[in-house]
């Protein structure tokens, strides 16, 4: 049996907000004519409609879909890790020992802390090895008497650091544009090999990137053939996703009136594309207006709202 693993990884710091990272992946852009070159609505074959992809899926079976915001952070992210904190002792058992007299900080690990080697895209191998190095930071606060600072020192003289000191110009050298980051990427990896005495840095928030709708012409995707690109109701029944009917919804928004204020009048109602789960909709409310309504028994976890929260309209638990 033959199995293919496909995905789309999108740059949350996109300028048109009528992009939509899920009909990127799924389907054909239609394009109106621009020039004698190009017929009247000409078609972009996107991933999995693009000619070299598709004959790959044709014929097969979905078996699942997911989607997962990834912390593209890096190197550049370097501040102590360790957390402040303060906490009394609640009981004999030893967690209870280590929080309460040994372990007054914590530690991030993981993609949490921004360790993907996003060149390669894996990120698996770091975050294992940060929780073992955390598991024996938290071994010595506990039986040696020492603090979670050396969480950190064991990060630095690790493998993990040369591994991001090598990858952390790539994804910064693509705010410069396409071309310059595929240049600089070119030069970064067969002549410097990851050896540049220059460190470029992470400019602006991803959501500060996006600009306002009227500056961009809104993106005509195709429907679903229901071949090989299918819709966000039927790609969700294949993320198995299960939330009991009365949970309590864990995204809330922090100003109701924001999104009705701001992000429909200006961004054209960006939720309702960079959400791959179709979490947020805009309903008719009082009066004829629309309002936001978030259906949060669809979503994936996706965590796309850690990186682009839109004028920090959102609480995610």
């Known amino acids: 049996m033959h199995a293919v693993s496909i995905g789309l990884v999108v740059a949350l710091n996109y300028h048109n907000p009528f992009l939509n990272p899920y009909e990127e992946f799924q389907t054909d852009v239609r394009l109106h004519k621009v020039n004698h070159m190009l017929p009247a609505a000409s078609l972009v074959g996107k991933l999995k409609c693009h000619p070299a992809i598709r004959p790959l899926l044709e014929g097969g079976t979905v078996l699942q879909y997911g989607a997962r915001t990834l912390n593209e952070g890096g190197f550049q992210v370097h501040e102590n890790f360790p957390l402040p904190g303060n906490y009394k002792k609640i009981g004999r058992l030893p967690f209870a020992y280590l929080l309460g007299k040994s372990l007054r900080r914590g530690a991030i690990v993981g993609c949490s802390a921004g360790f993907l080697n996003v060149p390669k895209i894996k990120g698996t191998h770091t975050a294992m090895k940060s ?187």
């Open 131 to 317: 929780g073992m190095l955390a598991a024996e930071a938290i071994f010595g606060v506990l039986y040696e008497g020492l603090n979670m600072e050396i969480y950190w020192e064991k990060l630095k003289n690790s493998w993990i650091w040369k591994e991001l000191y090598r990858a952390r110009n790539y994804r910064p050298a693509f705010e410069y544009g396409l071309f310059p980051g595929l240049a600089i990427s070119a030069l970064e990896h067969y002549i410097l090999k990851g050896g540049s005495p220059i460190t470029l840095k992470h400019s602006k928030p991803d959501h500060e990137a996006t600009e306002e709708a009227h500056l961009h012409s809104p993106i005509q995707y195709t429907k679903p053939d229901g071949i090989v690109s299918f819709d966000v109701p039927t790609s969700l029944y294949r993320s198995n996703t299960n939330h009991e009917h009365d949970q309590p919804a864990h995204l809330q928004l922090r100003d109701p009136k924001i999104p009705e204020l701001v992000n429909l009048p200006k961004y054209a109602g960006p939720e309702l594309r960079y959400c791959p789960a179709r979490v947020y909709e805009y309903v008719p409310g009082d009066k004829g207006k629309l309002k936001l309504q978030i259906n949060a028994q669809n979503c994936l976890h996706c965590k796309v709202l850690l990186g682009s929260v839109w004028k920090n309209d959102y609480n995610c638990f």
